[in-house]
C-alpha cells in the first residue's frame, strides 16, 4: 500500500476513485481482517497521544527555582554553619511553608489532551470483509469505510463518498454556529477548512441525514489531533506578575548581595571582628529579603480566586486573577459567547411589508411588530402564510432539558418554529390541522425543502430554501390580504440584500396548491408554478448583558475583538450590533420600499477581516491587521493561535475566550485564556485558565475589577514592606559605616519581619476594591510595578525610618543608660505607615477607617506580639531583649512633651505629597 500522509495529499481535491487507489480501499466491501492488523500496527490506534507531563516532585522542586529563595537558602545554610539554629529553622520554616502553598496553589491539572482523546474515543459503524460492524473508534485504520447517521460521533477525518442530507454540527471545530450541509464532489484544492464540505472530521457531531466514507486520517493525524499538538506546543506564558516579581527579584537579589558584600567588607576594613560582620551581612540579606512577598501573592491571588468563584468565575491556574487586571485586550469567539448560539429570526417580509420580532433565543417571549406597534394575524395573510411554511416545512423539535430550550434538529428550523409561536402559530397544532403527507429533504445541491400536505380544501405544498433555488420558480405572490399579486422580482431581491446587509440569514418560502389525489411529492411538482409567500431573516443574536460588558471593558480601556468561524457579513453585523468599533445598535423596527447603498453605517465602521485575507499577509502586515480589525470571520485554528502570537509580539496582555475545540490552542497560548462553563468543551476547559459557570461574557467584568484589586493590594503590600525592610537594612549599613554599635540583631530583624509581614502587610490583601478601580485604562505590561513615584515615596519611608531608630537606640543609650538588650526592642513606625498604604491614591479616610476590619485586628495582635516579644523572660532568652525598665517609661514621659513641640513645628501639608509619592 503506497499511502500518502496528510500533507502530501489533498483528500478535499480529490476524486473519489483517486482517494480510493490512495488508501488502497474497498468501497463495496471494506478491508479485510489481515490487511486491518497490517495497518494497525503500521499507523497505530486511533487516539490522540498523551502529552508527557513533569512528576509531581520535579514541579515540587521548581518552588525552589527563585532568585530571593536562593538566597534565604543560602542563609538557612550560613546560620546553620554559625550555629545560629533559632535564625535557620526560621527561614528554613518560611522557605518551606511557601514551597508548599505554591505546589498545591499552582499545579496544573493539563488535561487538554486527555479531553481530546476521551471526544475521539466512541463507537462507529465500518464495513469490514463485506459485513457492518459496529467497534471502538480506537481501532479504525487507514483505508476503513465508516458508516454514518444522525446521532454518531465522527471517529476519524473522512473523505466522504456517498452522502444523503448530510448535516454535520461543526461548530466546536471550526466556529460555524449552523451545521454544515455536506456533498461529496471534489472541491478546489485551495479550499479552507470551514468549507471543505466533502471532510467529515473527527470529534465533530452528525445532526442529519446518512454518509459513508473512506478513513484517510486517525489520532494525531486528524484535524482534532493536530489541534491537540497546538495545545502541548503552546507555551505556557508567565504572567504579567510573574514577569515583573521576577525582574523585581532579580534587581532585589543582586542589590541585596552587593550591600551584603560591601557591608561585610567596609566592617572588616574598620577592624570588627570577622564573624560579626558576616552576622552583620546575615542580617542585611535577610532584613531586605520581603519574606513575606510570595505568602502574600499567594493569599491574595487566592482570596481574588474566591471572590470571583462568588462571581461565577472559576479560577484554575492561580496567577490567572492578576493576569484579568492586566489585560489590554479580550479576544472572544462569537458562537455562545458573545451570541446566544440560538438562531431566532429577526425579521419577516411578507406582502411587500417588514416586519420585525422582538425577542431573542428559543424562548416564545416575543411579538410581531411593525411600525414599532405589535400585530395579530388577521389583515396580514401573507405574513400568516410566510410563518405557516416555516412551522409545515420542518423536521425539528424544541425540547426543555435541565430547564433550557434545546433543539432535536437544525437550529435554523428551531427559529421558525420559535417565530411562529410568537405570532400564535404552535407547531403541534399546525401539523395536526395539515399533516404531512410526503416530503423532499434538504440536499447541498439542491437548497431546498418541500413538503406536502393534506388541507380542507385538498394538498399543499410548501417549499423553503434559499432565494435563488425558489424566486424563479415562482409565478405570482401574494398581498397582505391574501390575494394573488403579480411578482416582483425586484422588490425581493432589495429586501434580500437590505436584510443580509443586516448580517441574517435568509430563507425564502414558496407554495402550490395541488388536488387531493396528487399521491407523493417529487422534484417536478416544485420545479413551477409556484406562489412566493415570503422571507424570513434571522440571526444568531448578541446576548443583552454582553453588549453592555463589552461597553464596560472599552470604558476600562480594553479592547475587544472578535474572532469567529462564522461569516464575514454576520460577524460584521453583530459586531456592530455590540459596539465593536462602532455605536451598539438598539434594534429596528419594520422598514420597506428601496434597495439599500452600503453596509449600515455602524457595520460600515467596524473593521473585519476573513481568514482569507490573512493568509496573503506577511508576519509584519499580520500584526498590523491584529492590532487593527476588531472582527476576524472564517479563520482556521492555526489563525486564532497567530492571532494570539501576534497581540502578544506587540506587548498585549490577551485573553482568550472561547468554547469550542476550535479555541483551545488560542486559549492556551493566549495570557488568559477563559472557558465557558455550560457549553464549553472538555478541551476548552482544560487549556483555560479561568471558566465562566454562567457562560456570560459579563462576568469578565467582574473577573477584571477583581483583577485589579489584586494587583492594587499587592502594590499597597509591596509599598508597605519595601520601605520597612529597607529602613532596618539601612540603619545597619549606618551604624556599620559609622562604627556604631548595631541597633538590631540578625534574629531580632528576622522577628520584625515575620510578624509584621503576617500580622500587618497581609491584612492589606483583604482590602476591599476601590470605587474608581475601572476608571482608568489597563496598566502598560512593561511599567514596573514600582514605579517612578511609589520610587521616591519609599525612599522618603525608608531615610524617615533610618533616621528614627538609629536616634532612638542610641539616644536610649546615652540619655536613658539602657542596655543593649533594652535599646534594641524597638517597633512600631511600621504600624503606624500601615493605615497610611490602605490607598495609594487617596487619603486613608476616604476609604473608611472600619471597611477593613482585618487591619485593626492585625494591629491588635501585633502590639500583643511585641509585648510577648518585649516582656516574656523565653523571648528574651531567644531574641536577645530585655523588658523596658520604669526608669525608660520615666525618660520617655519627660522628654515625650519636648518632641511634640517640636513636631508641631512641622507643616503637614509639605510632607503629604512626598510620603504619597506624589
Not at 467584568?701 to 503590600?717: I, M, Q, W
Not at 530585655?882 to 512641622?906: D, F, N
Request: net charge neutral; glycine share 8%.
Amino acid at each position: 500500500m503506497a499511502m500518502r500522509t496528510r500533507d502530501e495529499a489533498n483528500w478535499h481535491h480529490l476524486e473519489t476513485e483517486e482517494v480510493v487507489r490512495l488508501l488502497d480501499a474497498d468501497l463495496r466491501h471494506g478491508l479485510k481482517p489481515a490487511e486491518v492488523e497490517l495497518r494497525r500496527a503500521k499507523f497505530g490506534p486511533n487516539r490522540v497521544s498523551p502529552q508527557r507531563r513533569a512528576s509531581a516532585f520535579r514541579r515540587f522542586l521548581l518552588q525552589f527555582h527563585q532568585p530571593l529563595v536562593y538566597v534565604l537558602l543560602a542563609a538557612v545554610g550560613v546560620t546553620t554553619f554559625l550555629g545560629e539554629y533559632v535564625d535557620a529553622s526560621v527561614i528554613l520554616g518560611v522557605v518551606l511553608v511557601n514551597a508548599v502553598v505554591g505546589f498545591l496553589q499552582e499545579s496544573k491539572a493539563a488535561k487538554a489532551i486527555d479531553a481530546l482523546a476521551r471526544m475521539v474515543v466512541t463507537e462507529t459503524t465500518v464495513r469490514r470483509d463485506g459485513q457492518r460492524l459496529r467497534l471502538p473508534s480506537v481501532e479504525l485504520v487507514p483505508g476503513d469505510v465508516v458508516l454514518l447517521q444522525s446521532g454518531d460521533r465522527v471517529p476519524a477525518d473522512l473523505r466522504l463518498f456517498r452522502v444523503k442530507s448530510l448535516q454535520v454540527d461543526e461548530s466546536a471545530l471550526t466556529g460555524e454556529s449552523l451545521p454544515v450541509h455536506k456533498h461529496a464532489d471534489p472541491l478546489a484544492l485551495h479550499t479552507i477548512l470551514a468549507d471543505r464540505k466533502n471532510i467529515a472530521f473527527a470529534g465533530t457531531l452528525v445532526t442529519y441525514g446518512q454518509a459513508e466514507g473512506l478513513v484517510w486520517a486517525i489520532g494525531d493525524q486528524t484535524e482534532t489531533g493536530r489541534i491537540a499538538t497546538l495545545i502541548s506546543e503552546a507555551v505556557d506564558i508567565a504572567t504579567p506578575l510573574m514577569r515583573k516579581i521576577a525582574r523585581f527579584s532579580g534587581l532585589l537579589l543582586w542589590a541585596i548581595l552587593g550591600l551584603a558584600v560591601l557591608t561585610f567588607t567596609v566592617g572588616v576594613w574598620r577592624g570588627e571582628r570577622g564573624v560579626d560582620m558576616f552576622m552583620a551581612a546575615v542580617a542585611l540579606a535577610v532584613g531586605a529579603i520581603p519574606e513575606g512577598l510570595p505568602a502574600a501573592l499567594t493569599i491574595t491571588l487566592a482570596i481574588g480566586v474566591a471572590r470571583m468563584a462568588k462571581r461565577r468565575a472559576i479560577i484554575r491556574k492561580l496567577p490567572a486573577v492578576e493576569t484579568l487586571g492586566s489585560t489590554t485586550v479580550i479576544c472572544s469567539d462569537k458562537t455562545g459567547t458573545l451570541t446566544e448560539n440560538q438562531m431566532t429570526v429577526q425579521e419577516v417580509f411578507a406582502g411587500g411589508q417588514f416586519y420585525h420580532v422582538t425577542g431573542a433565543g428559543y424562548e416564545a417571549e416575543g411579538e410581531v411588530r411593525v411600525e414599532g406597534q405589535p400585530v395579530t394575524l388577521e389583515g396580514h395573510a401573507a405574513l400568516r402564510e410566510t410563518l405557516t411554511a416555516g412551522v409545515l416545512c420542518n423536521d425539528s423539535q424544541l425540547l426543555r432539558d435541565s430547564g433550557r430550550l434545546a433543539v432535536q434538529g437544525d437550529p435554523t428550523e428551531a427559529a421558525l418554529i420559535v417565530a411562529a409561536r410568537k405570532a400564535g402559530l404552535l407547531h403541534e397544532e399546525m401539523n395536526r390541522m395539515r399533516p404531512r403527507v410526503d416530503m423532499i429533504p434538504f440536499e447541498s445541491e439542491h437548497m431546498f425543502r418541500a413538503t406536502l400536505h393534506d388541507e380542507s380544501k385538498g394538498r399543499v405544498i410548501y417549499k423553503v430554501g434559499a432565494l435563488e433555488r425558489l424566486l424563479d420558480r415562482c409565478t405570482d405572490a401574494i398581498d397582505a390580504r391574501g390575494q394573488l399579486v403579480s411578482l416582483d422580482k425586484e422588490t425581493v431581491h432589495c429586501a434580500v440584500e437590505q436584510m443580509a446587509a443586516r448580517g441574517l440569514r435568509v430563507l425564502a418560502f414558496a407554495r402550490r396548491h395541488v388536488e387531493s389525489r396528487h399521491p407523493s411529492l417529487e422534484h417536478e411538482h416544485v420545479a413551477a408554478g409556484l406562489t412566493f409567500l415570503g422571507l424570513q431573516g434571522m440571526i444568531d443574536p448578541p446576548r443583552p448583558e454582553a453588549v453592555q460588558a463589552v461597553a464596560e471593558c472599552q470604558r476600562a480601556g480594553i479592547a475587544v475583538k472578535m474572532i469567529t468561524g462564522d461569516h464575514l457579513a454576520t460577524a460584521r453585523a453583530i459586531a456592530a450590533q455590540i459596539g465593536l468599533g462602532a455605536s451598539p445598535s438598539h434594534g429596528r423596527e419594520a422598514r420597506g420600499g428601496g434597495c439599500p447603498g452600503p453596509l449600515p453605517e455602524a457595520a460600515a465602521r467596524v473593521v473585519a477581516l476573513s481568514g482569507r485575507e490573512l493568509e496573503k499577509l506577511s508576519d509584519e502586515q499580520f500584526e498590523d491587521a491584529a492590532e487593527r480589525a476588531t472582527v476576524f470571520a472564517r479563520v482556521a485554528p492555526e489563525q486564532k493561535f497567530r492571532l494570539v502570537k501576534a497581540l502578544q509580539a506587540r506587548g498585549h496582555v490577551v485573553a482568550m475566550t472561547g468554547d469550542g475545540v476550535n479555541d483551545a490552542p488560542a486559549i492556551k497560548q493566549a495570557d488568559i485564556g477563559i472557558a465557558m462553563g455550560v457549553t464549553g468543551t472538555d478541551v476548552a476547559k482544560g487549556a483555560a485558565d479561568m471558566v465562566l459557570t454562567d457562560d456570560n461574557f459579563a462576568s469578565i467584568k467582574a473577573a477584571v475589577e477583581e483583577g485589579r484589586c489584586v494587583f492594587d493590594n499587592l502594590t499597597k503590600f509591596i509599598v508597605w514592606t519595601l520601605p520597612t525592610n529597607a529602613g532596618e537594612d539601612l540603619t545597619i549599613i549606618f551604624a556599620i559605616f559609622a562604627g556604631l554599635t548595631l541597633p538590631i540583631l540578625p534574629v531580632q530583624l528576622l522577628w520584625i519581619n515575620m510578624t509584621t509581614a503576617v500580622l500587618l502587610g497581609l491584612m492589606l490583601v483583604f482590602e476591599p476594591k476601590e470605587r474608581d478601580v475601572m476608571r482608568h485604562p489597563p496598566r502598560d505590561p512593561r511599567q514596573p510595578i514600582l514605579t517612578f513615584p511609589l520610587f521616591m515615596r519609599t525612599g522618603l519611608v525608608t531615610l524617615i525610618m533610618t533616621a528614627g531608630a538609629t536616634f532612638l537606640f542610641h539616644w536610649e543609650q546615652q540619655a536613658g543608660g539602657e542596655t543593649l538588650a533594652e535599646a534594641r526592642t524597638i517597633v512600631m513606625v511600621e504600624l503606624f505607615y500601615l493605615f497610611n498604604c490602605r490607598s495609594l491614591t487617596h487619603s486613608m479616610f476616604s476609604v473608611g477607617v472600619f471597611s477593613n476590619p482585618w487591619i485593626l485586628r492585625g494591629c491588635a495582635a501585633m502590639i500583643a506580639a511585641q509585648l510577648l516579644f518585649t516582656y516574656a523572660r523565653f523571648m528574651n532568652r531567644l531574641f536577645h531583649t530585655a523588658p523596658i525598665s520604669a526608669e525608660a517609661k520615666a525618660l520617655h514621659g519627660r522628654y515625650l512633651p519636648q518632641i511634640q513641640e517640636r513636631v508641631k513645628t512641622i507643616n503637614p501639608s509639605e510632607l503629604l505629597p512626598l510620603i504619597r509619592g506624589q
